[in-house]
């Protein structure tokens, strides 16, 4: 009965990898002339059903911990976005008729990689999902060059985080990352666990771990740029302050101080760099890297869960922000070619629909209201002047108006009517006519984003409202490493059941 129950809980696992063994075997033995169209349906038909299957299984009541393999409350919401992240990236793919067979598979690795890192329960499951999800990013890459940049620094990486490991095991005699009571850190374990750290934060492409970002980001497909910048970014943050919670490094000073050097490197990066950039894809890839240092400043400040929610909600609000920008590029970019910021030049008198949902994005990212980044930037603000943080108001506050002068400038191109190619007088009777049918439908869907953006403050005010009355009463406080008899595994379940328990019950409401 007890493996029945084990099955049950890694019910996504075995579909997901199910579906990839069964697809790679016919991919395999199929002819390449044969139709390719069977893939996209059968990747589509799989997630459906498994995110459908897990929408419906209760899982606040079932909690489930070895010593591989973790089911929770946490761990099945993010199984649940990692469902839908790949049920819209494929559909998003089908519709710009984009069919390879093996892409789909790549795609399912990457959801099955990072399903493996929710769920892990040591170091080693851990590394093995991140790199499942690393080797798939890598194949959706295009060129050659950049495959072999992006390879040769993840593997880099890859040796650094397993040399952490073994000095982590070194000091702590385990690669259980939940079972740790009050074990003094040596300088050992320390120095592990900061290697650790830095292969972390080189995926969720904070400075100085960023410049594979760059090379993918503008060799790479604006498809592949979007969902590596909304939706897989969201989880890899998420799983960055998981990581921080479970292993109690919010309370040392020594990672507190290195959290806080690579938030004000990425925010000076991210604040200045984009001033020089003309490419598009290039300019997105260093304003990524500072929102993620502005995000990584609640991490090094935060005293309690209910203000972790702010680097959560920011974060969140971001990727919204970010999926807005993408949907309006990848429109405007389905009538003319768009590699350089200038080539947005006129862009809101030829595409006024796409070109706005352009400019509601990025302000959206930048955190002017009534848009969706605007309270979360507010909480953020609220928590470090409540902690008497005035040196942190002060850069953040220098990067938000290095944010707004760049974002300005881009509109401001975006509005300019100078072309070396004269505008039609009926712009928009020649991009519908030659739009067909998905004239509608992209409209409709930039609409769609733009209004979510737009109404998502008062969204985040109302969940705002919410966590302060179910933080309210228990009022929180992060036990200190050096207390006696803390076990870590308290911590990872009042992350789980306060921070993405609540916002997922919120949205499923």
Request: proline share 3%; charged share 10%; net charge positive.
């Amino acid at each position: 009965m007890n493996y029945l129950y084990q099955i049950a809980c890694a019910l996504s696992e075995l579909s997901i990898s199910t579906g990839i063994l069964l697809m790679g075997s016919i991919i395999s033995f199929r002819k390449p002339n044969a139709s390719d169209r069977w893939c996209s349906k059968a990747t589509v038909l799989l997630l459906a059903v498994t995110l459908g299957v897990m929408l419906l299984y209760n899982s606040s009541s079932v909690h489930l911990k070895t010593d591989i393999f973790v089911y929770n409350s946490h761990s099945h919401q993010l199984k649940i976005f990692l469902l839908f992240t790949g049920f819209v990236f494929s559909i998003v793919l089908i519709a710009e008729r984009t069919l390879a067979p093996v892409l789909y598979l790549i795609i399912l690795e990457i959801i099955f990689g990072l399903m493996i890192v929710v769920s892990s329960g040591n170091l080693m499951t851990f590394f093995l999902g991140l790199e499942m999800y690393s080797i798939g990013i890598g194949f959706l890459t295009t060129p050659k060059t950049t495959i072999a940049k992006y390879v040769t620094a993840n593997a880099v990486m890859a040796a650094i985080f397993l040399y952490g490991a073994s000095l982590y095991y070194l000091n702590f005699g385990t690669i259980s990352y939940g079972y740790l009571q009050n074990i003094s850190i040596s300088l050992t374990g320390m120095i592990g666990i900061l290697f650790m750290m830095s292969y972390i934060l080189f995926k969720t492409n904070a400075a100085p771990f960023h410049t594979w970002s760059i090379v993918v980001y503008s060799q790479s497909n604006s498809i592949l740029v979007m969902f590596l910048d909304s939706f897989l970014k969201f989880v890899l943050f998420i799983i960055l302050t998981h990581f921080c919670l479970i292993l109690q490094l919010c309370n040392i000073t020594f990672f507190k101080s290195f959290l806080l050097v690579v938030a004000i490197l990425s925010m000076i990066i991210g604040g200045l760099v984009p001033f020089s950039q003309d490419n598009i894809k290039k300019f997105i890839a260093y304003s990524s890297v500072g929102h993620t240092g502005f995000a990584i400043i609640v991490l090094y400040a935060f005293t309690d869960i209910a203000e972790l929610r702010s680097a959560v909600t920011y974060v969140f609000s971001y990727f919204m922000a970010s999926l807005c920008f993408f949907t309006g590029l990848i429109c405007i970019k389905k009538h003319k070619s768009v590699k350089c910021i200038s080539d947005l030049v006129g862009s809101v008198k030829e595409f006024p629909v796409y070109a706005y949902t352009m400019i509601f994005g990025l302000v959206s990212m930048v955190g002017m209201p009534p848009f969706v980044n605007f309270l979360a930037k507010i909480n953020v603000f609220k928590m470090l002047l409540l902690h008497e943080r005035y040196d942190l108001v002060i850069v953040i506050s220098v990067y938000t108006i290095m944010t707004i002068s760049y974002t300005v400038n881009i509109i401001g191109e975006m509005y300019t009517s100078t072309t070396t190619k004269e505008i039609p007088k009926e712009p928009q009777k020649l991009y519908r006519q030659n739009a067909g049918k998905g004239y509608v439908l992209r409209n409709i869907l930039c609409t769609s984003l733009v209004l979510s953006i737009s109404l998502g403050s008062l969204l985040f005010e109302t969940i705002d409202r919410y966590v302060k009355q179910i933080m309210q009463p228990h009022n929180h406080k992060l036990p200190s490493h050096e207390t006696p008899g803390v076990d870590s595994r308290a911590i990872e379940d009042l992350f789980a059941n306060n921070v993405m328990n609540d916002l997922y019950n919120y949205f499923r409401t």
